[in-house]
């Protein structure tokens, strides 16, 4: 069956540096002709854009944050998927799954608790508190959130997801459409299953990135580990408790942003929290915020830490 061209409407024009396509293997230079870009607003701030002739063409050479250099928003592409499917002539992926058990695990899309610990990581964290610190973006997706850590002047962020496709067509891009090409050094790029991540990390292996044009740091304990909308199978409760054990420094704490139930789903926040209480008695669990409305299903954000026992 023969893919449909995407409709080039593109929201935003912009010319990409040359050097991004000898750093991305694997992403050909008809793709970045096809991205449509869009925004997540963070903070209740005007977002500066620059006009041209009607059409809007964001500064690429810089993020968008305020007098702080705190993010005010986050560009993404908002295509990526059909895109693929015309390239690639691949159908397997679509808009109409979220996800696909062991094939597709949703990167693609932007989840609303991805966008409530955003918002979270706003209020609550200081500008440059990450200075210094090791990141770990479990479950990435776009990679906002590890974005936003790299500007609250994280040493590396790591960037983890389920499919590789996700970590060139995504999350790359993402850090180029923010302005932040210059950390590429110290960023490292994990697909595949969580029960694979550890033995990757201290292995300094990098999936994405072509060996020669972007440098591996070799983290092997992480200050903060950000993860949304992982607790949606239960099958996977053993894989992140373990996963933060092995990770987490014995100062850091990971933050969970969830829905409470996954309706036509295994997984509940309730339950993930009676998992940890009958078998990872290391792990501590607080509840940092609640998020209600009658427009969604509830959602809330924790926190874990490691504790003696």
């Keep these: ?140 997706g776009h990679g906002l959130l590890g974005i936003q850590a790299f500007l609250h002047g994280a040493n590396s962020v790591y960037f983890q997801d389920f499919n590789l496709e996700v970590l060139k067509f995504a999350v790359i891009p993402n850090i180029y459409l923010n302005g932040m090409l210059e950390v590429l050094p110290r960023a490292s790029f994990i697909s595949g299953d969580w029960s694979k991540t550890y033995e990757k990390i201290i292995n300094a292996i990098d999936d994405v990135v072509k060996e020669g044009t972007i440098g591996t740091p070799k983290a092997t304990k992480f200050d903060l580990m950000l993860m949304s909308e992982v607790l949606y199978c239960k099958e996977n409760y053993e894989k992140l408790a373990r996963l933060i054990t092995e990770l987490l420094s014995e100062t850091g704490f990971c933050l969970i942003s969830t829905k409470l139930y996954y309706f036509g789903c295994t997984g509940s926040l309730p339950e993930f929290r009676e998992y940890l209480a009958n078998y990872w008695p290391n792990l501590a669990y607080k509840s940092v915020k609640q998020i209600k409305n009658k427009m969604s299903n509830k959602r809330e954000i924790v926190a874990i830490s490691l504790q003696k026992v």
């Design 1 to 140: 069956m023969e893919v449909e061209k995407p409709t080039s409407k593109g929201n935003a024009a912009f010319t990409v540096d040359p050097e991004v396509l000898t750093m991305i293997p694997g992403v050909p230079a008809e793709f970045w002709d096809e991205i449509e870009l869009d925004e997540i607003k963070i903070a209740d701030l005007e977002i500066t854009m620059n006009k041209d002739e009607g059409n809007v063409k964001p500064d690429m050479t810089k993020p968008n944050v305020d007098s702080n250099g705190k993010a005010v928003s986050l560009r993404y592409v908002n295509n990526t998927i059909k895109i693929i499917r015309y390239l690639f002539n691949d159908s397997l992926i679509d808009e109409e799954n979220d996800i696909k058990k062991d094939f597709y695990e949703g990167g693609f899309k932007i989840w609303e608790c991805t966008v409530d610990l955003l918002k979270y990581l706003h209020e609550s964290m200081l500008p440059y508190e990450l200075k210094g610190k090791n990141v770990f973006d479990v479950g990435c």
